[in-house]
């Protein structure tokens, strides 16, 4: 058992906000030159999206690997051996090809884009990503170095560990320089848990880099500039000149930027205001250089790195936005993600792991400034300053805390809500990355939220649960619970089943939605949101909607799709074409359980292995009842690259044939039934996860996926 620094959940916390923020900030320039940033936006000192007409928070592939890759430690156990070959697997398990995660720039042009390729073509990790296979060039570009920062999370104070796990991520895709710089600044960050010294940071990281390679060299050379220089910007101009981008090939070389990266610790490491200013203001790959720089920043102070400058975290809210093959992540927040991170490495380092907060509920508002991702609806004629939405504490309780002064337009109730699902604003971008996303909470689940009213209200208030949900028009449309009203000092709840008419409107936001007491003149006073949970399965049926003309729309992108072909526009509601090999469409969470999975008038229409699923966790670990090419129906196991039946029998199926299939998962019993035949098996994997259709080199139809508690 290894020790964990006190404030190490903090600390995450920190760095995962870092981090967010510098790929956020440098998003809407990314790939300008200095002289393009001087010219366009002057100086970068706080966000500049909306003077570029774009969202803030955006689809990243600087924050999906990140959050997504650190997860083979989940996939394949938290362990110190991890290799490049169990990472590899993490990719094919989680990236969407030409769709999620990564860049896809082409074969040959973007790393990622290449390495995936070579993953999917039989070449394991280290070989994926070597120079013999993909050659120097496209190897030594940056992409290793930007997804390392879980790998350095998980290891607090242990360099080494972070360096290992970074080297066996980094060579799944990268060699050479690029797996140099990517052990650095692992390295950097883990000891950032015990020094803030810009400059013993760069010794432990030197300590894992050969002494002749490109990096170490540069790096000595950044520092000796930084202390002839004393100004940046005269640093910057020598960085360009020996290290620029004219004296390396490919599309984004690593030398560059991480130089930049280093300069900018050395003149701002001891500020983090100072450092986003800097490392944005160079220029280049401003996202994945100012995410790493933020990230390592944050881990050096702690929170307090945000404080006694721009408000870095009010606009963010905690939001983060990681398309993936695991539906159920991708609309997600700083605090879930650093919890994750930590109970990692807790065991890597052999301790217990975190107890879930108030009883696991989704929403806690347990870490320090968290609103984790809950924003105020404001009145366009009201003040900006009628509505105030922070973290806190209510009488010992971690909180949010909402304030509301003497809102006297009270036509329209406050709203206080948070994501579930895509914001429309996301799909409006151009942009290079796809998004891969299903809704956190669905019809039938219980939703309760715990409150409490200021003890200095002076109006007596009337509060909700609030649900939006995309139409069949694509129109958001809100549906609210029972109310309740609410007196100064009083405490309560609001529980509500999430009603049936939401069946295949993908819900987009949740939260309250406040109002003054009947025969009050305005809206004045306090509610604090202990907490926000759902609970249960799904009960609910997903078909097409009724309006054919919008199932391209959101009912569609509530799916998770790898498979070539998608037709929800004739004959049954899903028509699903597979060219080569296995593709899988689902849709749901984790936090699904136990649960009865039925597929009404399944067809093979064409093909080989086709069936439904259930606990989906990414594109190859799930439970599926599949028919078999070779005439059997088999209860299946996808674990990586292997399939293994669990259980099977003969059973002439026919194609063109209408069958009913029902799955059932109740802890370590898997249940299988189409028609008269049953199966069952028992493993204990895979816990809870989505459900979907898997097709083989061919097609399937069906008219229905429905969903509901095993009681049921």
């Known amino acids: 058992m290894s020790s964990i620094p006190d404030d190490y959940l903090h600390r995450i916390y920190a760095g995962v906000l870092g981090k967010l923020v510098g790929v956020y900030l440098g998003r809407p320039f990314e790939n300008w030159t200095y002289q393009e940033i001087q010219d366009k936006l002057g100086d970068i000192r706080y966000y500049v999206h909306d003077k570029l007409d774009l969202p803030l928070v955006v689809i990243d592939d600087d924050v999906s690997g990140t959050f997504t890759f650190v997860r083979a430690l989940e996939e394949h156990g938290a362990s110190a051996d991890l290799s490049p070959e169990d990472v590899g697997k993490t990719w094919l398990n989680n990236v969407v090809e030409r769709r999620s995660v990564f860049w896809w720039g082409g074969n040959g042009i973007s790393t990622e884009h290449t390495a995936f390729l070579n993953l999917k073509n039989g070449f394991t990790a280290p070989a994926s990503g070597a120079f013999t296979t993909n050659g120097r060039t496209l190897a030594e570009q940056i992409g290793a170095q930007i997804f390392i920062d879980g790998w350095a999370m998980v290891a607090p104070g242990n360099p080494a560990l972070a360096a290992r796990l970074a080297e066996a991520a980094a060579r799944v895709s990268h060699d050479g320089e690029a797996v140099h710089a990517a052990k650095l600044w692992a390295a950097m960050e883990a000891e950032a848990f015990l020094s803030s010294d810009v400059n013993h940071l760069l010794n432990a990281g030197l300590a894992f880099v050969p002494a002749e390679s490109i990096i170490a060299r540069m790096i000595a050379d950044v520092r000796r500039w930084v202390q002839e220089d004393g100004d940046w910007r005269q640093t910057r101009q020598r960085v360009e000149d020996n290290y620029g981008y004219d004296k390396y090939l490919g599309i984004c070389h690593v030398i560059p930027n991480h130089a930049i990266m280093i300069m900018t610790l050395l003149y701002a490491g001891h500020d983090f205001h100072e450092a986003m200013h800097v490392i944005n203001t160079c220029g280049w790959d401003t996202d994945c250089n100012a995410g790493n720089v933020a990230c390592l920043v944050a881990l050096m102070h702690g929170l307090a790195a945000f404080q006694g400058g721009p408000d870095w975290l009010g606009p963010l809210a905690d939001r983060a936005i990681i398309s993936s093959a695991d539906g159920g992540y991708s609309i997600n927040n700083a605090a879930r993600i650093a919890y994750d991170i930590a109970n990692l490495g807790y065991r890597l380092s052999g301790n217990p792991t975190l107890q879930p907060p108030k009883d696991g509920a989704q929403f806690h508002f347990s870490l320090p400034g968290s609103v984790q991702g809950f924003q105020a609806t404001m009145h366009p004629q009201s003040p900006l300053d009628v509505v105030r939405i922070s973290q806190g504490q209510d009488s010992g309780v971690d909180s949010l805390c909402i304030h509301i002064k003497n809102l006297t337009d009270t036509s329209s109730p406050v709203e ?54 995309y139409d069949e028009n694509d129109i958001l449309t809100t549906v609210d619970s029972q109310p309740i009203n609410i007196k100064s000092g009083q405490q309560n709840s609001l529980q509500w089943t999430i009603p049936d008419s939401l069946q295949n409107w993908p819900i987009q936001q949740i939260g309250i939605a406040i109002s003054p007491a009947k025969g009050s003149p305005n809206l004045d006073g306090a509610i604090f949101l202990h907490s926000m949970r759902w609970n249960g399965v799904p009960r609910m049926t997903l078909k097409r909607p009724a309006n054919k003309s919008r199932c391209q729309s959101f009912w569609s992108r509530a799916w998770v799709s790898s498979v070539d072909k998608v037709h929800t526009d004739m004959g049954p509601s899903f028509f699903i074409a597979q060219d080569r090999g296995e593709g899988l469409l ?40 599949m028919l078999t090419k070779d005439k059997r129906v088999a209860l299946v196991k996808a674990a990586d690259n292997e399939r293994i039946e669990l259980m099977s029998m003969p059973f002439v199926w026919e194609e063109n044939r209408k069958y009913q299939l029902r799955l059932r998962v109740q802890g370590s019993k898997i249940e299988g039934q189409v028609g008269q035949v049953g199966l069952v098996a028992l493993d204990e994997d895979y816990v809870g996860g989505a459900v979907g259709f898997v097709v083989t080199d061919g097609s399937l139809s069906a008219d229905s996926i429905a969903v509901c508690p095993v009681e049921s």
């Open 416 to 469: 206080v809500m948070t994501a579930t699902f895509t914001p429309l604003d996301i799909l409006q971008v151009d942009r290079n990355y796809d998004i891969m996303a299903s809704p956190l909470v669905y019809p039938g689940q219980r939703v309760k939220a715990e409150l409490r009213a200021g003890d200095s209200n002076t109006t007596v208030l009337t509060v909700c649960l609030r649900i939006k949900a």
């Open 586 to 625: 689902s849709q749901g969470a984790r936090d699904w359980a136990d649960y009865t999975v039925m597929v009404s008038n399944f067809v093979v229409n064409f093909g080989g292995s086709m069936g439904v699923a259930a606990r989906v966790q990414g594109l190859n670990r799930y439970y599926g009842l």
